[in-house]
């Protein structure tokens, strides 16, 4: 089975610097790698997703992800947080064969102004 | 379109109390899922539909029942409420694409206390 783990549970950033979210994963055949926003009181958004294409994977609102086999990471990224960035996010695996998501338990992130 | 679409918004119940949470997707999209979202448990799938007609068990079941009424609709139940159905429950759907790797679409989500 598959499974996620996102380290730390609340991030705080300030307006302007990076912004840097942890996932590892660990699956024991080719994952595919989600990363999701949901916004207060809102359902959740797809940001991106690796497919088994490039391990750079670019998305919506300036993120972008890199998948790592070597360390079983898939983290996400941003270069300069916006106070729109505000929410909170979540990584999912899914495998060949089986689109059933497993979640990670979720990461709040804090803008400072 | 208006994507995937949940009633009621919110619901209180007594302990005990039965009810059905209905959502509807207008994306022609073949599966469907049915997700609970606790505080620092992230989304845990309790049901999900593949195809019209067919229904399967996700991480958490107990207590909840579900109908694929149509290839639009997808119901949950909960034939008898318990505090620790307490929630936000979220639907989804997919599947239009290559399976594994196609996009969730989820629904604003309903608010559930059981008391």
């Given at each position: 089975a598959q499974s996620v783990t996102q380290l730390g549970s609340h991030v705080s950033v300030s307006e302007g610097a990076l912004v840097l979210l942890r996932c590892n994963y660990s699956s024991s055949v080719p994952p595919y790698l989600f990363w999701y926003v949901q916004y207060p009181n809102q359902g959740l958004q797809l940001l991106l997703k690796y497919t088994s294409a490039a391990t750079l994977v670019k998305g919506i609102n300036g993120f972008e992800a890199e998948f790592k086999k070597s360390e079983t990471s898939f983290h996400l990224t941003k270069p300069s947080a916006h106070m729109s960035d505000a929410a909170e996010y979540f990584c999912a695996v899914s495998v060949f064969g089986n689109e059933k998501l497993t979640f990670g338990t979720g990461t709040r992130l804090t803008i400072i102004p | 379109n208006a994507g995937v679409t949940q009633t009621p918004k919110f619901q209180v119940l007594k302990t005990g109390q039965s009810m059905t949470l209905q959502c509807a997707q207008d994306m022609n999209h073949n599966s469907m899922y049915?997700?609970?979202?606790?505080?620092?448990?992230?989304?845990?799938?309790?049901?999900?539909?593949?195809?019209?007609?067919?229904?399967?068990?996700?991480?958490?079941?107990?207590?909840?029942?579900?109908?694929?009424?149509?290839?639009?609709?997808?119901?949950?139940?909960?034939?008898?409420a318990a505090p620790s159905q307490t929630s936000v429950y979220f639907c989804a759907s997919s599947g239009l694409g290559s399976g594994s790797t196609d996009t969730q679409y989820f629904g604003p989500g309903t608010r559930l206390t059981v008391l």
């Amino acid at each position: 089975a598959q499974s996620v783990t996102q380290l730390g549970s609340h991030v705080s950033v300030s307006e302007g610097a990076l912004v840097l979210l942890r996932c590892n994963y660990s699956s024991s055949v080719p994952p595919y790698l989600f990363w999701y926003v949901q916004y207060p009181n809102q359902g959740l958004q797809l940001l991106l997703k690796y497919t088994s294409a490039a391990t750079l994977v670019k998305g919506i609102n300036g993120f972008e992800a890199e998948f790592k086999k070597s360390e079983t990471s898939f983290h996400l990224t941003k270069p300069s947080a916006h106070m729109s960035d505000a929410a909170e996010y979540f990584c999912a695996v899914s495998v060949f064969g089986n689109e059933k998501l497993t979640f990670g338990t979720g990461t709040r992130l804090t803008i400072i102004p | 379109n208006a994507g995937v679409t949940q009633t009621p918004k919110f619901q209180v119940l007594k302990t005990g109390q039965s009810m059905t949470l209905q959502c509807a997707q207008d994306m022609n999209h073949n599966s469907m899922y049915w997700y609970r979202q606790d505080p620092g448990m992230g989304l845990r799938l309790i049901y999900y539909s593949a195809s019209e007609g067919t229904t399967d068990k996700g991480e958490v079941p107990n207590g909840y029942n579900v109908s694929r009424l149509n290839k639009r609709e997808f119901s949950l139940r909960l034939e008898s409420a318990a505090p620790s159905q307490t929630s936000v429950y979220f639907c989804a759907s997919s599947g239009l694409g290559s399976g594994s790797t196609d996009t969730q679409y989820f629904g604003p989500g309903t608010r559930l206390t059981v008391l």
